[in-house]
């Protein structure tokens, strides 16, 4: 079956503008994770989207940072205002279910913002 | 703090031969260990997740060893393949916390022919 989908595929953005990107996981999954991998850096976790539970925002690194999941399903990271530091490579991944030892979380191609 | 740390950075090897990589971590509570392949430009595939009761595991030519005393974990690769060239990621899960996973910054294998 398909595995997790994102776009777009690159984005290259001005300082400043606001930018959407999204992830389609995969069918039936419930669990949602954002990550952020910068250049020569490990992935960093940002948001999770688990059922229809509140999503645990705890590493969204600032306010401008924003995500949603319509109907259980795909999700929107949105970057207000952005930044040169937000340059990096957005990856999203799903899993069937959340915390148990033998979810496997299957990754997205990601999408890479460059903000000039 | 959380942290996983790798070693090497990277690594350079002649197709055929053995690698061993390492993943150090201070994660507590421990849940799980994973280790990932990235291609360039690809998402992370799973290779292998191991739980603290785990020793060790493998996945074809992929073998992970887990040590929870000493909180340290390899993948070892047997007879490398230039398809085999990839970051590796050591990921370390906390208890009970789907989506904190602890990730390091990977190793980046080369396979020479």
């Known amino acids: 079956g398909a595995g997790v989908s994102q776009s777009p595929s690159n984005k290259v953005t001005e300082k400043g503008k606001d930018v959407e990107l999204r992830c389609d996981p995969i069918?039936?999954?419930?669990?949602l994770y954002w990550y952020r991998q910068s250049l020569g850096q490990g992935l960093e976790f940002l948001i999770y989207?688990?059922?229809?539970?509140?999503?645990?925002k705890s590493g969204l690194p600032s306010d401008r940072f924003s995500a949603e999941r319509t109907g259980g399903s795909v999700s929107t990271l949105t970057i207000q205002r952005t930044q040169q530091e937000d340059s990096a490579v957005y990856l999203c991944a799903s899993s069937s279910r959340a915390g148990g030892v033998t979810d496997t979380q299957y990754f997205g191609p990601g999408t890479r913002l460059t903000v000039l | 703090k959380n942290q996983v740390e790798q070693s090497p950075q990277s690594l350079i090897i002649l197709e055929g031969k053995n690698c061993t990589l390492q993943?150090?971590?201070?994660?507590?509570?421990?849940?799980?260990l994973r280790w990932y392949k990235q291609d360039t430009g690809r998402g992370p595939v799973s290779l292998t997740i191991m739980t603290f009761s785990e020793n060790t595991k493998s996945n074809g030519r992929y073998t992970a060893t887990l040590d929870a005393d000493t909180k340290q974990s390899s993948l070892h690769i047997t007879a490398s393949q230039l398809s085999d060239s990839a970051s590796y990621i050591c990921v370390v899960s906390t208890y009970n916390q789907g989506g904190k996973l602890i990730f390091g910054q990977g190793t980046e294998l080369s396979v020479k022919p």
């Open positions: 993943c150090n971590y201070t994660v507590s509570p421990f849940s799980n």
């Open positions: 989207f688990q059922g229809n539970s509140a999503p645990d």
């Open positions: 069918s039936g999954h419930t669990a």
